[in-house]
T-cell receptor, first 113, second 117 residues
């Protein structure tokens, strides 16, 4: 089945550690996105990538980093510089261009202990 | 700058009631797209509908219907005869066609709908 997978589903990290969240898609989409969701809030864009080896900062990129070495993969690293990393992280993909719906993965819930 | 507002934070209804979720948007573009997504307790967002700014026809799909009015910058979503399985967070989102960031979406804060048996 075509879709987006994110792993792990739950992730616990000690303060001061970097952690990488995985996102893989087999929809042959060029564009991929990372969002952060906090309780009672909407989704906020962290990074997005239009094409392999290219990515752009979203609204809340500080403390995060990404790479796009393969079309299918768009991993997100939460660095120790992110001051409040506990949140629900959602990955999405789409055909590039306005008006195209984004397809979402199941999400990763990150908790910093 | 574009903005989406969902003023209703939480709505609680009894099964079989009709319920309308409000969405108001702001944009300077003349061409844009509006979306509704559903987020069940599992967490994954599910796409429901997309409308472009040139198509103000209301749409009905089963128990769901959407009312798009450019004059009031609103894109409201109605569930008829609600069911317990409709319980979820619903998000309205906007994408501007003129934006250089392609299909980037701006989301509202979401409305938590609870349908009680």
């Amino acid at each position: 089945d075509g879709g987006i997978t994110q792993s792990p589903k739950y992730l616990f990290r000690k303060e001061g550690q970097n952690v990488t969240l995985s996102c893989e898609q087999n929809l042959n989409h060029d564009a991929m996105y990372w969002y952060r969701q906090d309780p009672g809030q909407g989704l906020r864009l962290i990074y997005y990538s239009q094409i392999v080896n290219d990515f752009q900062k979203g609204d809340i990129a500080e403390g995060y980093s990404v790479s796009r070495e393969k079309k299918e993969s768009f991993p997100l690293t939460v660095t120790s510089a992110q001051k409040n990393p506990t949140a629900f992280y959602l990955c999405a993909s789409s055909i590039w261009g306005s008006g195209n719906e984004q397809f979402f993965g199941p999400g990763t819930r990150l908790t910093v202990l | 700058a574009q903005k989406v507002t969902q003023a209703q934070t939480e709505i609680s209804v009894v099964e079989k009631e009709d319920v309308t979720l409000d969405c108001v948007y702001e944009t300077r573009d003349t061409t844009y797209y509006l979306f509704w997504y559903k987020q069940p307790p599992s967490g994954e967002l599910v796409f429901l509908i997309r409308r472009n700014s040139f198509d103000e026809q209301n749409e009905i799909s089963g128990r769901y219907s959407w009312n798009f009015q450019k004059s009031t910058s609103s894109f409201n979503f109605t569930i008829t005869a609600s069911q317990v399985v409709d319980s979820a967070v619903y998000f309205c989102a906007l994408s501007e066609a003129q934006s250089s960031s392609g299909s980037r979406l701006t989301f509202g804060e979401g409305t938590q709908l609870t349908v009680n048996p």
